[in-house]
């Protein structure tokens, strides 16, 4: 079983989750969510990803700073950052900003704000939740769009969950006629 997406999977899922999201950057006004832990907040940006679920990143991408050993980064090169010092630590202060907000539905805004300042952190952050998923779906990509919208912490998807999820059709279409590819990256024929 996989415990990563490679780099070719990982932009791929960026821009399906792109399309799915936010019909491809155009539509950035998400729903306030009514149920949930995510009741009173909505989705930020082209990607869609939850306040909630950035600021438990910001955490995360805190906690895990440390260089990747060479093996890591040759079996994970979507990991493997090329950043400067200086970089890094203005990467970091965002981050401890992020982790430390006070987030509340009510002033999830200023939160969002951050992300959009710092649009190469925002995918910075879907790609490590991206690897979360890919660890626990087997780096399946039908299963990791569906976790992405219930949630990266689930521990299984079944092959049940995925077929009802109606954003896999258009993840498969995407695929199909904006890549010209199918799911195993062969061509269209």
């Known amino acids: 079983m996989p415990k990563y997406f490679g780099q070719d999977t990982i932009e791929r899922l ?56 060479p093996p890591e980064m040759m079996e994970n090169p979507s990991l493997v950052d090329f950043k400067r010092d200086e970089e890094r630590m203005m990467e970091k202060d965002v981050l401890s900003k992020m982790s430390g907000f006070p987030l ?29 998923i890919a660890k626990k779906t087997g780096a399946d990509e039908e299963k990791a769009i569906t976790n992405w ?25 995407f695929i199909a006629n904006k890549l010209g590819r199918t799911l195993a990256g062969k061509e269209k024929k």
């Open 104 to 132: 509340s539905p009510e002033n999830q805004e200023e939160f969002k704000q951050l992300q959009r300042d710092n649009p190469e952190l925002y995918k910075k952050m879907a790609r490590r939740i991206l690897q979360t």
């Open 14 to 69: 960026l821009a399906g989750l792109r399309h799915i999201e936010s019909s491809d950057g155009k539509d950035l006004n998400h729903d306030i969510m009514k149920s949930g832990i995510h009741k009173g907040y909505s989705a930020e940006g082209d990607l869609g990803m939850m306040p909630i679920t950035s600021k438990e990143y910001a955490e995360k991408m805190l906690k895990e700073d440390k260089p990747l050993t």
């Open 149 to 173: 919208h219930l949630g990266q912490n689930r521990t299984s998807t079944t092959d049940e969950q995925v077929e009802a999820d109606p954003r896999i059709a258009k993840y498969r279409a």
